[in-house]
């Protein structure tokens, strides 16, 4: 039996502890006896801690008793961690955990909680796509990557929003048992779409404009209808009525991005939809968003997100 822990705390995402949990513990029904997980919850003061949705938890454990005997260690999310001070004794902790548990980490923002005991320095991790900015600017050594399902860096695992701790737990049954085990786990609690580490959070690239006629919202839609086109800097600002040179600035400033690398988020975009939710051959895809072929839209998957596209497509079908 593998012991797995999940922290717990007042205001944690609910969602953050039971996802998981379910996970392991469907999958004990798919293992041998004495091979699968026992759950455990740990908690902090004050007690019964009221989670982010108002529902009432109890721990098994609290931090004065908690140890770290344990073969995984999750730390729970939740919507006012990034705000929240230290906590000497959590932080504490947690090293603890780090320096004598197998595979440890976090689901969403409890990255920050690894942040502030100093776990991220160094190393590679993700959390929710809304808060990576964030996570990135208070923890300035860590790699974040801001746009991952979920991350291995050695022994720390680290997952993006929410329901992503599902995917997280997932992974974490496949390199115990198998992705056998894994994938009736997933069809089991109806989690249709087994997303790899590698794939793109479900985050609008795209951020709509605060007005339809601002610079960004004409581009975006422009941008959306020519998909296939030349969606050059000269010919955008030439879309916009301005020069190259005071568009792209201007562009920059409204969308935190270069005009470029907007297209090309929005080239991906679209061609995951239509990995997701079509049959169309990959070579009319890469025609249909701009990439011009098959290989360049391999190009930019790989380079992206770590697969390739029809690794991504294969993500979204569950075998019989």
């Not at 609290?62 to 705000?83: F, S, T, W």
């Not at 601002?214 to 879309?239: C, G, K, P, R, T």
């Not at 098959?294 to 992206?304: E, K, N, S």
Request: charged share 20%; hydrophobic share 45%.
């Amino acid at each position: 039996m593998k012991t797995v822990a999940l922290l717990l705390f007042p205001g944690v995402q609910s969602l953050d502890v039971s996802g998981p949990m379910d996970v392991f513990a469907e999958a004990n029904d798919h293992v041998g006896a004495g091979q699968g997980y026992e759950l455990v919850t740990v908690g902090t003061a004050p007690y019964p801690i009221r989670a982010s949705n108002g529902q009432r938890l109890g721990a098994d454990r609290g931090l004065e008793d908690a140890g770290v005997d344990y073969d995984i260690v999750l730390v729970a999310g939740g919507p006012h961690l990034r705000q929240a001070p230290e906590q000497p004794q959590l932080s504490a902790w947690l090293r603890g955990v780090a320096h004598s548990v197998p595979r440890y980490g976090s689901i969403c923002t409890g990255a920050f909680l690894l942040g502030r005991a100093g776990l991220l320095d160094g190393k590679r991790a993700t959390t929710h796509w809304s808060d990576a900015a964030q996570l990135a600017a208070q923890f300035p050594l860590a790699r974040v990557e801001h746009d991952r399902i979920h991350v291995r860096d050695g022994a720390l695992v680290t997952s993006a929003g929410v329901t992503a701790g599902i995917d997280l737990a997932l992974a974490l049954v496949a390199e115990d048992h198998g992705a056998a085990v894994a994938l009736a786990v997933a069809k089991r609690l109806l989690v249709l779409a087994q997303r790899q580490g590698g794939q793109s959070q479900f985050s609008p690239y795209l951020s709509a404009a605060a007005a339809p006629d601002a610079l960004a919202a004409v581009i975006q839609q422009y941008v959306m209808d020519h998909l296939a086109e030349s969606l050059s800097v000269e010919h955008l600002a030439e879309v916009a009525g301005m020069s190259a040179r005071n568009f792209a600035r201007k562009f920059v400033e409204e969308m935190a991005v270069t005009p470029a690398e907007f297209v090309q988020r929005a080239r991906v975009d679209a061609a995951r939809n239509l990995l997701e939710g079509s049959e169309l051959a990959l070579k009319a895809i890469a025609w249909r968003c701009g990439f011009g072929s098959a290989a360049r839209m391999r190009l930019v998957f790989a380079q992206r997100f770590g697969v390739t596209p029809n690794q991504y497509r294969d993500s979204f079908r569950v075998g019989s």
